[in-house]
């Protein structure tokens, strides 16, 4: 047995068999009648049904009601002006910039965009548009309008944007980049002009339109965005032999409309673990925090970044893993496709998923997105989906890409009710997580492998140094992270030594925290700039982006102005880079510099 392919199989047994979908169903049918919107009377009485559950069980728990910065789209409106003006449906985004409500008119222009084509697109970087003069315009394009492309049109000029959505339904969305709510480094990143959606149809008619002479068209919106307090759910299940030692499992309670498979089922996932793992807490030697967001879909997850930073220092020290749980059990999700987890997690994900499905699994770096609050902290990660549509299905339904509900296109729309969640996926999808957690719960040594995680990090650093040729060595990290990863070599084979010893023998606690320390330097360079204590924005944020200059290194002429400049930032983040990843392997070795 290798240290990620730990498990106890007579504790799995007893433990993961006494999940049943009673529980999770009966959460679902309450759910599928609330709207459960950050801080609304609907999502506190999402919040009461939890915790009424969580006492009748004898489970401790906390509800917090941090104030936070929240953003409900409102009612938006948008017609064509003239004689044979009409109007159409469309809908504005949290975090839009309102007109409250009085109409705007102005001259219609458009620009050609693209729909995403997966997931990683849907979140990732502004495309900034640079081709034509804007100013004045109402800019229709493709697109969901959501994440970074609200800022797309930043300097432009134009007055607001209406993002054409793929399909018959609108979605819904959020448009800042500012991991939950702002601090001074994160203020502004916020779109500066009113974004609208409209469906497809109804878009296609208004381009049409534009093909025969100019169109006016006037718009409004509204968009209630304020301080408010939102509840953050927190239940506690100690560990009965290293009780400092813990895992955060979370998933988000508020929702777009009834939001049944984004994320009833999560919240559901979540009860029916907190329910068993309570009746075995004698079985669990760390300890199990289970924590149920407000304020993902309408504060860009400020409830779990508010738990980051109120928690910080506990979670630094002490967190062994974050499990994210968002839309589990979805309809027709049927395959493992695309999850997500650090590196060092990867092999202890895929063989629980294996030894629950019986399915392989193929999976990646989590995106910068779904309340993975927790990664400038530097901590290891597995899972946020988990079941997914297979591509032939999705293709075959003439779906587009969305960004969760297991691809189901009813995602962030009004249609996400009860029919999208399935009974014997869910139930298999809350025995993964359940394993999963149970390994990482109970193994002596935590079977996350940061050798995985220095290797990809030097594969990423080989990718940057490809790119720029000659231009910059990377050879110092590259060295470092090798010497880093034999240093880590020694500590798995002394910690192999130990097996047959308890959790909390000392020279085991001392190796799990040295992983711990281990995942505080790779995570944290491996995922974040802005800093340990600080948010990166809510945007595709590439490898190791301190070294990430290199992509726009690889485009600039040797000798140049911008080739000084990024030369000159590229040594200084190598120097960062270097110096962590000495540091790291100098306390594995036992030294102080
Ligand atoms: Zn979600």
């Given at each position: 047995?290798?240290?990620?392919s ?38 506190a ?15 401790p ?27 159409f ?31 990683g ?47 018959e ?30 469906n ?23 968009v ?51 329910r ?9 030697a ?14 860009r997850?400020?409830?779990s ?16 893993a ?16 695309d ?61 587009h ?17 009860i ?6 996926i ?9 394993t ?12 996350l492998?940061y ?43 002394y910690?192999?030594s ?8 000392p ?13 505080r ?7 974040s700039q802005?800093?340990?204590?600080r948010?990166?924005?809510?945007r ?11 992509n ?42």
């Amino acid at each position: 047995m290798t240290i990620s392919s730990w498990k106890d199989e007579a504790t799995e047994k007893s433990i993961v068999g006494a999940i049943t979908i009673d529980e999770p169903w009966r959460l679902i049918e309450k759910f599928s009648t609330l709207t459960r919107l950050s801080g609304s009377a609907d999502e506190a009485e999402a919040v009461k049904y939890i915790t009424d559950k969580l006492s009748t069980w004898g489970v401790p728990h906390t509800v917090h009601h941090p104030t936070c910065l929240i953003s409900l789209p409102g009612p938006s409106t948008l017609r064509t002006v003239g004689e044979n003006g009409r109007s159409f449906t469309v809908k504005t985004s949290s975090f839009s910039p309102s007109t409250d409500g009085k109409e705007v008119e102005a001259e219609l222009a458009y620009v050609p965009g693209a729909q995403a084509a997966d997931i990683g697109d849907l979140l990732g970087a502004s495309r900034p548009i640079e081709s034509r003069d804007l100013a004045g315009k109402v800019v229709i394009t493709e697109g969901l309008g959501i994440a970074a492309r609200g800022m797309d049109f930043a300097g432009s000029g134009a007055v607001a944007a209406i993002f054409i959505n793929p399909g018959e339904r609108i979605h819904e969305g959020i448009t800042t980049t500012s991991w939950g709510s702002p601090d001074l480094t994160s203020l502004g990143r916020v779109p500066e002009i009113p974004i609208l959606a409209i469906n497809k149809p109804e878009g296609e008619e208004l381009k049409k339109l534009l093909q025969s002479g100019p169109v006016k068209v006037a718009f409004s919106n509204q968009v209630d965005t304020g301080w408010r307090e939102i509840p953050v759910t927190v239940a506690e299940i100690k560990g009965s032999v290293v009780p400092d030692e813990f895992i955060l499992l979370h998933g988000h309670l508020d929702s777009w409309h009834v939001g049944i498979s984004d994320n009833a089922v999560g919240d559901a996932t979540l009860l029916e673990i907190a329910r068993v793992f309570w009746a075995n807490r004698d079985k669990l030697a760390r300890t199990l925090r289970i924590a149920w967001w407000s304020g993902h879909s309408h504060g860009r997850y400020a409830g779990s970044t508010w738990y980051a930073q109120t928690f910080a220092l506990d979670l630094a020290a002490n967190c062994v893993a974050h499990v994210n749980c968002d839309s589990p059990g979805c309809r027709f999700a049927t395959e493992f496709r695309d999850v997500a987890w650090t590196a060092e997690a990867a092999s202890l994900a895929q063989l629980a998923i294996k030894d629950v499905s019986g399915q392989d699994s193929s999976g990646d770096r989590p995106l910068r997105a779904g309340d993975c609050s927790f990664g400038n902290l530097g901590i290891s990660s597995y899972f946020m989906g988990l079941s997914e549509m297979p591509k032939e299905v999705a293709r075959a339904k003439g779906y587009h890409s969305v960004g969760g509900s297991g691809g189901n296109i009813e995602w962030h729309t009004e249609a996400d009710t009860i029919e999208l969640a399935d009974k014997d996926i869910l139930l298999q999808d809350i025995k993964i997580y359940a394993t999963a957690l149970l390994r990482g719960l109970n193994a002596p040594i935590v079977p996350l492998d940061y050798r995985d995680a220095v290797r990809e990090m030097i594969a990423h650093i080989h990718g940057y140094q490809e790119k720029v040729g000659g231009k910059f060595d990377f050879a110092p990290s590259l060295n470092a992270a090798d010497q880093l990863n034999e240093a880590i070599d020694r500590l798995y084979a002394y910690a192999e030594s130990l097996s047959g010893k308890t959790q909390n023998d000392p020279a085991v606690q001392r190796v799990n925290a040295l992983q711990r320390m281990l995942a505080r330097t790779l995570v944290t360079l491996s995922y974040s700039q802005d800093g340990r204590f600080r948010q990166d924005p809510a945007r595709g944020i590439p490898p190791v982006p301190e070294l990430s200059p290199a992509n726009e290194m690889a485009n600039v002429e040797e000798g140049s102005d911008q080739f000084y400049v990024l030369r000159n930032d590229l040594t200084r983040a190598q120097n960062d880079v270097v110096w962590k990843l000495t540091q790291a392997k100098n306390q594995l070795e036992g030294k102080v510099l």
